[in-house]
């Protein structure tokens, strides 16, 4: 999964042109916003909402945020007005959000949302205190869990690194999650050049809602 599309097209267009699938999710309110989205869809690529949310460590989630202290009501407005923009997706995943994950009763409202859309939710995991898997329970909602971000450190030999613990993860427990950035100016050219590798070892790429329904069952789809 690649994050953070919607400030510019031309970091999107190194993903868009991927030989294989994968899912990207685009922040709400940005200048590209749209049109990334539309290009996206337009590539045959999965798309999700990158919903910004609050985070603990008080920095700027960007336009159309949750934030903590609002009612059910104005999440539910917030989530439709960015739905509206970028949709159709095929889901969401939050984007910051260390302290509304942390939220059940927030987190409750998000989820009844995208069960309502019929879309999918993957939890970034930006904090190991989330709630959402056990507000998913709950309500009896599936969840994805993001397993390793790829990306934390900019450096090429690191990211390798990074994609070598998810494939470790996958072969554990069957599929693991891993999320980059648009941003990253090594990530595209990486995937491009380690893909007949993973192929020739018996790894597929996939979208994320793909991973969801083949592991329904499993302890990191929020069960």
């Known amino acids: 999964?690649?994050?953070?599309?919607?400030?510019?097209?031309?970091e999107l267009d190194a993903f868009l042109a991927l030989p294989f699938p994968l899912t990207i999710a685009v922040l709400p309110g940005l200048p590209h916003s749209v049109e990334s989205a539309r290009r996206i869809r337009a590539a045959g690529k999965e798309?999700?909402?990158h919903q910004p949310m609050e985070a603990l460590g008080g920095q700027n989630p960007?336009?159309?945020?949750?934030?903590?202290?609002?009612?059910?009501?104005?999440?539910r407005a917030v989530l439709e007005k960015n739905l509206a923009?970028?949709?159709?997706?095929?889901?969401?995943?939050?984007?910051?959000?260390?302290r509304i994950t942390m939220d059940e009763a927030i987190m409750e409202t998000v989820l009844l949302v995208c069960r309502e859309k019929g879309i999918y939710?993957?939890?970034?995991?930006?904090?190991?205190?989330?709630v959402a898997p056990v507000a998913a329970r709950r309500l009896g909602i599936l969840i994805g869990e993001r397993d390793v971000f790829l990306d934390n450190i900019q450096d090429k030999a690191?990211?390798?690194?990074?994609?070598?613990?998810?494939?470790?993860?996958?072969?554990?427990?069957?599929?693991?999650?891993?999320?980059?950035?648009?941003?990253?100016?090594?990530?595209?050219?990486?995937?491009?050049?380690?893909y007949p590798e993973l192929v020739e070892q018996g790894y597929s790429l996939s979208t994320?809602?793909?991973?969801?329904?083949?592991?329904?069952?499993?302890?990191?789809?929020?069960?």
């Open 47 to 49: 798309l999700f909402l």
């Open 208 to 223: 994320v809602s793909k991973f969801m329904m083949e592991n329904a069952d499993s302890e990191s789809s929020g069960y």
């Open 85 to 98: 923009e970028i949709g159709p997706v095929a889901g969401m995943n939050n984007h910051q959000g260390s």
């Open 158 to 194: 690191a990211m390798i690194r990074s994609m070598r613990e998810g494939l470790e993860r996958a072969g554990k427990k069957g599929a693991a999650v891993m999320i980059g950035h648009v941003w990253s100016a090594d990530l595209a050219a990486l995937l491009e050049e380690l």
């Open 121 to 130: 939710f993957l939890d970034s995991r930006t904090t190991a205190d989330t």
């Open 62 to 75: 960007g336009p159309g945020a949750v934030y903590a202290g609002m009612s059910a009501a104005q999440v």
């Open 1 to 10: 999964m690649i994050d953070d599309a919607g400030n510019n097209l031309h």
